[in-house]
């Protein structure tokens, strides 16, 4: 079963423009982990950003937020003030913190976001 | 500053060889894990190790295998390669259970 589903396949956002990004999400694990990675055309994989499960407070890191609604199993990305240099691919992921599984990370799919000038 | 090191960068093989992706992590960390990433299906993943001596099967294992006998190396082969395992391979680490995850690279590998 998919465990991580991003719906969105491309979305477009018009620079200094705010844009959300989709991630649901389905674990019956009460402890676990959401991440969501930038890929740009260069194919390195970068960090973004964190929420941890028992986190009460969203987070934050800098122009990125995590809109994180617990009840709805949903961890949407929102990134403020869009800047030519956000064009990339976006991944949600999760990690579960089973012990005997050492907390696996698993990805969504991917939404490819253009900016526009 | 090493971080995630993986090798070679990109290969072609033809159908039926077997070769092996290396990966080389500097960090201490228990977790390491290997990914391939095809067009429109994310990144998938392969097999990933929680510490030395300890391999498991990710989504989609078939067609390769692990090993890990040290913390910092976590090697990936392909023993008889074919047109389907063509992809980008990425390996990854971090502390165990937590932290997100440092990537390698990547490896763009072609069967022919």
């Known amino acids: 079963a998919q465990k991580i589903t991003q719906t969105q396949p491309g979305m477009f956002v018009q620079e200094k423009e705010a844009v959300t990004l989709d991630c649901t999400y389905d674990t019956s694990d009460p402890s676990y982990g959401l991440f969501w990675y930038k890929q740009p055309s260069s194919g390195e994989m970068i960090f973004l950003i964190y929420q941890g499960s028992y986190d009460q407070q969203n987070a934050t890191e800098g122009r990125y937020s995590l809109n994180f609604q617990k009840a709805r199993k949903s961890a949407n990305l929102v990134i403020s003030a869009s800047q030519l240099g956000d064009s990339a691919m976006y991944f949600c992921?999760?990690?579960?913190?089973?012990?005997?599984?050492?907390?696996?990370?698993?990805f969504g799919q991917g939404t490819e976001l253009s900016v526009k000038p | 500053n090493a971080g995630v090191t993986q090798t070679p960068k990109f290969q072609v093989l033809k159908t039926g060889q077997s070769m092996t992706l290396q990966c080389a992590q500097d960090?201490?960390?228990?977790?390491m894990s290997w990914y391939r990433q095809d067009p429109g299906m994310g990144l998938r993943l392969i097999h990933y190790s929680v510490g030395a001596g300890i391999t498991d099967q990710g989504e989609v294992p078939n067609g390769y295998n692990v090993s890990r006998s040290t913390t910092e190396d976590f090697p990936l082969r392909l023993l008889s390669a074919a047109p389907s395992q063509t992809s980008v391979y990425f390996c990854?680490?971090?502390?165990?259970?937590?932290?997100?995850?440092?990537f390698g690279e990547g490896s763009r590998l072609t069967v022919l």
């Open positions: 960090m201490n960390h228990e977790y």
């Open positions: 990854a680490s971090s502390r165990l259970l937590v932290g997100e995850l440092f």
């Open positions: 992921a999760m990690r579960e913190a089973p012990v005997n599984q050492g907390g696996k990370l698993i």
